[in-house]
Nanobody, 113 residues
Framework: QVQLVESGGGSVQPGGSLRLSCAVS????????MGWFRQAPGKERQRVAG????????MYGDAVRGRVAISRDDAKRTVTLEMTDLKPEDTGTYFC??????WGQGTQVTVSS
């Protein structure tokens, strides 16, 4: 059974930083897409960042480009999202995704003064 567990969410002030991590169990990750998506109340889920397997390309959403960085460690089966200069519009539930098929339960990020 594939499981994804996110951690690292929290509340920060505008301009702050957070580091989200996602640990995968039940499946090797090296050849698979790994990514982060977010969903704000009343809005559709949107992709924040993604990274293809086997050393493939990295991609970022327009709203976060330049402020976030995604990385992966396939030996540990983890994917990490480093977020800086956070804005109130970054508030939402952040979900980890594997292979565009599997989802974690989400971790809440709140950016507010």
């Amino acid at each position: 059974q594939v499981q994804l567990v996110e951690s690292g969410g929290g509340s920060v002030q505008p301009g702050g930083s957070l580091r989200l991590s996602c640990a995968v169990s039940g499946r090797a990750t090296s050849s698979l897409f790994m990514g982060w998506f977010r969903q704000a109340p009343g809005k559709e889920r949107q992709r924040v960042a993604g990274i293809e397997g086997n050393g493939g390309e990295t991609m970022y959403g327009d709203a976060v480009r330049g402020r976030v960085a995604i990385s992966r460690d396939d030996a540990k089966r983890t994917v990490t999202l480093e977020m800086t200069d956070l804005k109130p519009e970054d508030t939402g539930t952040y979900f980890c995704n594997l292979d565009r098929s599997y989802w974690g339960q989400g971790t809440q990020v709140t950016v507010s003064s």
